[in-house]
């Protein structure tokens, strides 16, 4: 288990995961097969060039996907209750087949859990970036954590 009980954590701790990905077209046509997403901005190649991308977009699920999924070992491995909801999902640049990301995390807030004496909430303040370094996609995630067994 390598995520953190509710007392482990403190507002402001930022982590930087280790882990990266470069996004293929596989990703992106998987995420779109999986969604139903027909869109061809992902899709099709010859429209998407004639956008003002130029080229195929990859999937906002995707980028959403990877970066709660890189968060998890870091974060919540072993220790995670339940994922309440995550808010002010922006996806502020977009990602192209190619693009190296990398995830950071930050702790905007604690609580204690009124209805769950052995939890407590942590908000975390996810953020995807590329390879230079400009945000493709950020949000909170509420997560409800384990305590620490008595």
Request: aromatic share 6%; net charge negative; with cysteine.
């Amino acid at each position: 288990m390598s995520g953190r009980y509710f007392e482990d954590w403190t507002v402001g701790d930022r982590i930087e995961h280790a882990l990266r990905r470069t996004v293929t077209e596989t990703d992106n046509l998987t995420t779109c097969t999986l969604t139903h997403n027909p869109q061809p901005l992902h899709l099709d190649k010859e429209y998407a060039e004639a956008t003002e991308f130029g080229q195929i977009v990859v999937n906002g699920i995707f980028t959403f996907g990877l970066m709660i999924g890189v968060s998890v070992g870091d974060t919540t491995l072993g220790t995670l209750v339940a994922n309440l909801g995550y808010d002010k999902l922006v996806m502020p640049k977009p990602v192209f087949i190619g693009d190296t990301l990398r995830c950071e995390t930050e702790v905007a807030e604690l609580r204690e859990s009124r209805s769950r004496p052995q939890a407590g909430i942590v908000t975390f303040k996810h953020q995807m970036l590329n390879q230079r370094d400009e945000v493709v996609c950020e949000c909170l995630r509420m997560a409800l954590i384990q305590r620490k067994p008595a």
